[in-house]
């Protein structure tokens, strides 16, 4: 409805103007804060970006209601609206921007479910256990065997049957049914298992701080998800985050 581009793209996200780079290994765009060496299939959108091609993550270059009012107006009278259209990220206007009450991209906001359980932790486990294939973990302090991995997900998934209801949903084996699981299942497992299982496994000197990157992201959902936020706490989690990224 929103008519962006979405992800997958150059420039897929609503909220910002993140410009990806393209991994020759599977043709798919992420999207780093550095630019890695080889990786940037598309250099002079980056390269043309206010600041270079780098992203300063307490600075991100963020859309908002004029600006993108202004770049729908661009592509509308760009003659080569294709190019102009990859470059921003958007397909075109949206009927939604002729309700006043909305504004773009603040009346949009990412669910959580999707960007954080769905995405960010299924993708940090693969990163873990080396199915991350485009990015191979070999000899990186984040790996983490397989059997160890497997070991540790048979023992969740046993331990269920001492967990009281009231922490949610059981736990699932994540090594066989990683693909069956839903955003309450990741919650779940980010919320009450995460920490536990990588302290056993994140022991040394070396991979201490692949632990902390856990720390930061459980504490950051854990408080976005309570009933009641301070701002103070706004601003930590928006803290957690940036040091997460």
Known sequence: LTNMKGHGAVVPCRTCRLVGCLCAANSTYYYPITTPDGWDGQPYL?????????????????????????????????????????????????????????????????????????????????????????????????????????????????????????????????????????????LNFLLYAALPMFATIYTSKESRPCLKLWVLLVEAIQDSIQYSIKRSTIGLIRKNIQKFV
């Open 46 to 186: 980056r390269a043309i970006r206010q600041g270079g091609p780098d992203y300063d993550v307490s600075n991100l270059p963020y859309r908002d209601h004029e600006s993108h009012g202004a770049h729908i107006r661009l592509i509308e009278s760009a003659s080569n609206a294709q190019d102009v259209m990859q470059g921003l990220g958007i397909n075109g206007d949206s009927i939604l921007r002729n309700l006043s009450s909305l504004r773009f991209p603040q009346s949009t906001p990412f669910g959580m479910a999707h960007l954080v359980c769905l995405n960010v932790v299924p993708r940090l486990i693969e990163h873990a256990i080396g199915e991350f294939t485009a990015v191979p973990n070999d000899g990186e302090p984040y790996a983490v065997p397989r059997e160890t991995w497997k070991d540790l997900c048979t023992q969740l998934e046993a331990s269920s049957a001492t967990v009281p209801a009231s922490y949610g949903k059981q736990f699932k084996n994540i090594s066989q049914h990683k693909g069956d699981m839903v955003s309450e299942d990741w």
